[in-house]
């Protein structure tokens, strides 16, 4: 159950497969075939959120009577101007909780830092990363309610690689669906199972430079087109907030100034400049110029 990434985009399938995309559930798929007798059923639909899953994929994987069962999702929701944190939290906890009532083992996973590995410009990082922590903490809390195994993205990628990454920045490649495959399989192998990892050398075919184009072109910026749309008032409020934010943090950590400033230097507060008269030259023609009342705020030259 999930979005794309357990479609499988990123990781194509061989030449005359059924399916354009192979992906991590379908290798670990067949590294458990090699033990069990398994039955796969890939719900998944690119671009799903949580509510998307709730609605159009729950029923049927409660049906199959799973004895493993994958709730991965919640990036998308976190692009969308329709982003309800609670919506969203409670969508996974229906899922998580119904899936686990009927006897399934739970296999879940916490978010990388994909606002970084995408690319996001930085006014927007922030606010997108808050978004992410919400789905984050909300799978923390199903794996402690209902345990199962679960895979920390971030630990597993370790610092940002490239090759983890397919050319949008957003899925993973060939390797990083592997790389995700294997730590499920060395989780659930601690967890009892009869299970080997998959291998991490790349087998699949290659995409040219002119297929990655063309599905930059034809797939992924119209996506990007769709998210800007989406998001773009939210884009807007987000830059103005953030450079508020840091006017401010900048003006706070400017000097004080003093309160009041008279004629020689500092001034107490409760005390006033006294008159002064100075009288520039006593030559014939010469006036004397006379300073009185002294504005406290002011320097008299």
């Not at 090699?34 to 639909?45: E, F, I, K, Q, R």
């Not at 969508?91 to 909780?97: G, I, P, R």
């Not at 309610?145 to 957003?170: E, I, K, N, T």
Request: glycine share 10%; proline share 6%.
């Amino acid at each position: 159950m999930g979005d794309s990434s357990t479609v499988g985009v990123g990781d194509r399938s061989a030449e005359g497969a059924p399916d354009r995309w192979r992906g991590w559930s379908r290798l670990l798929h067949a590294a458990l075939a090699t033990t069990y007798d398994v039955s796969y059923c890939n719900l998944a639909v690119t671009g799903a959120t949580a509510y998307d899953v709730r609605r159009t994929q729950l029923r049927d994987a409660v049906a199959h009577r799973p004895d493993l069962v994958s709730l991965i999702v919640g990036i998308n929701d976190t692009m969308r101007s329709s982003w309800d944190p609670a919506r969203v939290r409670e969508d996974l906890h229906a899922c998580a909780d119904e899936l686990a009532a009927s006897g399934s083992m739970l296999l879940t996973a916490r978010f990388h830092d994909f606002p970084a590995t995408l690319g996001v410009p930085g006014p927007l990082q922030g606010p997108l990363r808050k978004r992410l922590a919400v789905v984050n903490d909300t799978y923390a809390e199903i794996h402690a309610r209902h345990g199962g195994v679960q895979v920390d993205l971030a630990a597993v990628c370790g610092a940002p690689r490239r090759d983890f990454f397919s050319v949008d920045r957003l899925h993973p490649s060939e390797l990083g669906h592997r790389t995700l495959a294997a730590a499920f399989a060395e989780a659930l192998a601690v967890a009892g199972l009869d299970v080997e990892a998959p291998s991490l050398v790349c087998d699949g075919p290659e995409a040219g430079r002119w297929e990655e184009m063309r599905w930059l072109v034809t797939e992924v910026a119209p996506w990007f087109g769709r998210r800007a749309r989406d998001l773009g008032p939210w884009v807007a409020r987000a830059i103005v907030t953030e450079a508020r934010t840091r006017r401010s943090a900048d003006l706070r950590q400017l000097p004080p100034e003093p309160d009041h400033v008279g004629v020689t230097g500092a001034v107490d507060p409760v005390e006033t400049v006294p008159e002064v008269e100075v009288e520039v030259g006593r030559g014939a023609g010469d006036r004397g110029i006379g300073v009185g009342d002294v504005d406290v705020d002011q320097r008299a030259i």
